[in-house]
Nanobody, 118 residues
Framework: QVQLVESGGGLVQAGGSLRLSCAAS????????MGWYRQAPRKRELVAAI?????NYADSVKGRFTISRDNAKNTLYLQMNSLKPEDTAVYYC??????????????WGQGTQVTVSS
């Protein structure tokens, strides 16, 4: 089992910045991929993901958001710059642990609200 706890959300004006954190605990050694998703009304999307040797981003956040991972602290980060009102959503941390049978155990945090005012 892996437990994920997000922090760092809040209210910010358009153009501002926030940094989200996700602290992982439990069987963290199993984690292969971590990512951030966001949930707005009627839409959930992958914002960014990171593995041991790669990162990828949604087109809507490229150049503005940066995902990083501190393995020593078992913490995932999302630095969000140049925020826009359309970035408003609940942001969820996600971790994948391979089962060894071609599938993954999928773990989620409780979510943190990000609100960007215009």
């Amino acid at each position: 089992q892996v437990q994920l706890v997000e922090s760092g959300g809040g209210l910010v004006q358009a153009g501002g910045s926030l940094r989200l954190s996700c602290a992982a605990s439990g069987n963290t050694i199993c984690i292969s991929t971590m990512g951030w998703y966001r949930q707005a009304p009627r839409k959930r999307e992958l914002v960014a993901a990171i593995t041991s040797d790669s990162t990828n981003y949604a087109d809507s956040v490229k150049g503005r958001f940066t995902i990083s991972r501190d393995n020593a602290k078992n913490t995932l980060y999302l630095q969000m710059n140049s925020l826009k009102p359309e970035d408003t959503a609940v942001y969820y941390c996600n971790a994948l642990c391979p089962t060894g049978h071609g599938t993954n155990y999928n773990y989620w945090g409780q979510g943190t609200q990000v609100t960007v005012s215009s």
